[in-house]
């Protein structure tokens, strides 16, 4: 066996390490930071690797300096694999969204969901439609500036997942365990209120995604359960028996992972952000939907959710 051949196929050490104090964050944190097992590092970081077209956010007066542990934001898209859309030439619609705020000082996270639907204004189109359409339109750069129109907050750094790449690392791990926050049934699976489960990432993906089934709760039950089954993916991830599938889920990340941290930026955050999940507060805009003047189903944030959350965010990163 050759010495590479050796070291692919036994990761280093310190990968429990680095990832055990993801736990409780985000699954795509905890996926990222598996990137520093072995020598794998190069070959896939380069991959995943897609930077915003800027420097910094036009939000803030100085660029976020890693190295000094400064709070910062991440906003994390879910997108969908739409075959039919792309053969029209349409972009990838993000049905996960959320926004973090990160600070290791105040060794606190704040995540705050946004609905699909919300009606925002969407960055570089003067156009005012779901915030959703951004990432179509424009991908992440787009997505991001739609976000800090809506939010009024600093969006310094972006990770974005395929959902189906997300069923397949559940997969992956041998499924994860849940607690439902609701009692209802959606695609053949039924679930209720308090009783926890072991779902397939095909369960996983049923359990995340309804709605407008009776008892789901809507768009706000949607959102808890999309944050339930990313902290249990993220258990799973930071378990030691997740290490059994490396290979896999290095190729995984490879295929469906997209972030503008570079290497050396995760290096920093691995380095000086452990703390920043000690306290992990979820929220969630709250407002009204309803059909608007164009005939479309929208989410309208109220003025003082949108307060709110941005006094939530803007706190934790110390401004």
Same mark, same amino acid.
């Given at each position: 066996?050759?010495?590479?051949?050796?070291?692919?196929?036994?990761?280093?050490?310190?990968?429990?390490?680095?990832?055990?104090?993801?736990?409780?964050?985000?699954?795509?944190?905890?996926?990222?930071?598996?990137?520093?097992?072995?020598?794998?590092?190069?070959?896939?970081?380069?991959?995943?690797?897609?930077?915003?077209?800027?420097?910094?956010?036009?939000?803030?007066?100085?660029?976020? @300096?890693?190295?000094?542990?400064?709070?910062?934001?991440?906003?994390?898209?879910?997108?969908?694999?739409?075959?039919?859309?792309?053969?029209?030439?349409?972009?990838?619609?993000? @049905?996960?969204?959320?926004?973090?705020?990160?600070?290791?000082?105040?060794?606190?996270?704040?995540?705050?969901?946004?609905?699909? @639907?919300?009606?925002?204004?969407?960055?570089?189109?003067?156009?005012?439609?779901?915030?959703?359409?951004?990432?179509?339109?424009?991908?992440?750069?787009?997505?991001?500036?739609?976000?800090?129109?809506?939010?009024?907050?600093?969006?310094?750094?972006?990770?974005?997942?395929?959902?189906?790449?997300?069923?397949?690392?559940?997969?992956?791990?041998?499924?994860?365990?849940?607690?439902?926050?609701?009692?209802?049934?959606?695609?053949?699976?039924?679930?209720?209120?308090?009783?926890?489960?072991?779902?397939?990432?095909?369960?996983?993906?049923?359990?995340?995604?309804?709605?407008?089934?009776?008892?789901? &709760?809507?768009?706000?039950?949607?959102?808890?359960?999309?944050?339930?089954?990313?902290?249990?993916?993220?258990?799973?991830?930071?378990?030691?028996?997740?290490?059994?599938?490396?290979?896999?889920?290095?190729?995984?990340?490879?295929?469906?992972?997209?972030?503008?941290?570079?290497?050396?930026?995760?290096?920093?955050?691995?380095?000086?952000?452990?703390?920043?999940?000690?306290?992990?507060?979820?929220?969630?805009?709250?407002?009204? &939907?309803?059909?608007?003047?164009?005939?479309?189903?929208?989410?309208?944030?109220? @003025?003082?959710?949108?307060?709110?959350?941005?006094?939530?965010?803007?706190?934790?990163?110390?401004?």
């Amino acid at each position: 066996m050759k010495r590479s051949d050796y070291y692919e196929q036994k990761p280093k050490h310190g990968v429990l390490r680095i990832v055990m104090w993801v736990l409780g964050i985000l699954v795509i944190f905890a996926v990222i930071f598996m990137l520093y097992v072995g020598y794998k590092i190069f070959a896939v970081g380069g991959t995943i690797h897609s930077p915003l077209d800027r420097e910094k956010s036009s939000l803030r007066s100085h660029s976020v @300096d890693l190295d000094k542990g400064d709070p910062f934001t991440i906003a994390l898209f879910g997108v969908d694999s739409d075959a039919q859309r792309a053969e029209k030439g349409g972009g990838q619609r993000s @049905d996960t969204i959320m926004v973090l705020s990160i600070n290791p000082n105040k060794r606190t996270t704040e995540i705050l969901s946004i609905p699909r @639907d919300t009606k925002a204004e969407i960055a570089g189109r003067n156009s005012t439609e779901k915030i959703n359409h951004a990432y179509a339109y424009g991908g992440p750069n787009m997505a991001v500036k739609s976000l800090e129109k809506l939010l009024d907050v600093p969006i310094d750094h972006y990770a974005t997942i395929d959902m189906d790449g997300m069923k397949e690392m559940i997969d992956t791990v041998g499924g994860i365990d849940v607690t439902s926050n609701a009692t209802f049934s959606y695609d053949g699976q039924s679930f209720s209120k308090g009783e926890q489960v072991h779902l397939n990432g095909a369960q996983a993906m049923a359990f995340m995604r309804s709605r407008k089934e009776e008892g789901a &709760g809507g768009d706000f039950g949607r959102q808890e359960r999309q944050q339930i089954v990313i902290q249990g993916l993220a258990n799973k991830l930071t378990s030691a028996r997740s290490l059994t599938h490396f290979n896999a889920l290095m190729n995984q990340i490879k295929n469906n992972v997209k972030t503008d941290l570079s290497l050396g930026e995760l290096s920093k955050v691995r380095s000086h952000y452990k703390e920043a999940n000690d306290e992990v507060n979820r929220h969630q805009l709250e407002g009204s &939907g309803g059909i608007q003047e164009d005939g479309l189903y929208y989410f309208v944030p109220s @003025d003082s959710s949108l307060q709110e959350n941005k006094q939530i965010i803007n706190s934790n990163l110390d401004l």
